[in-house]
């Protein structure tokens, strides 16, 4: 069962995301997939699941190891994905809970693998110092 999709939404996996962002104050849900062509590519369902300053963080991240396309193919749009199930906007519009798809080809998940955990790795520690 793919976790990513409408028939996965009242699964475990898919509550234990909504509780964690919930009480943990979650600030930012990383979707991380693989894809069969090589490259890196950030969904954010053009531009409706995160900040622009949060997508120019995760650019800056990954673009120090890769060329990075923004909703090129991979939008995060498809009924059920994660980051549009998850995240959220406040009374005023501001994001309580952002959420990108990160998806790695083959390479960069192989060959490449400590590129790939250093640009998430990174982001991770922008956004928790509070960077966004």
Do not use: W
């Not at 190891?65 to 501001?94: A, W």
């Not at 994001?95 to 955990?117: D, H, N, W």
């Amino acid at each position: 069962m793919d976790l990513n999709r409408a028939q996965a939404f009242d699964s475990g996996f898919r509550e234990s995301i909504e509780s964690l962002s919930q009480k943990s104050g979650i600030r930012l849900i990383l979707d991380i997939h693989g894809k069969e062509s090589s490259g890196v590519e950030v969904g954010t369902a053009v531009g409706e699941t995160a900040s622009k300053e949060t997508i120019e963080i995760v650019l800056r991240c990954l673009s120090k190891y890769f060329q990075v396309e923004v909703d090129r193919k991979y939008k995060g749009l498809k009924h059920g994905s994660i980051i549009t199930t998850h995240s959220r906007k406040d009374p005023q519009g501001n994001y309580s809970t952002e959420a990108v798809q990160l998806e790695f080809g083959l390479k960069e998940r192989s060959i490449f693998r400590a590129k790939t955990v250093n640009g998430i790795s990174e982001i991770v520690r922008t956004v928790n110092q509070g960077r966004i």
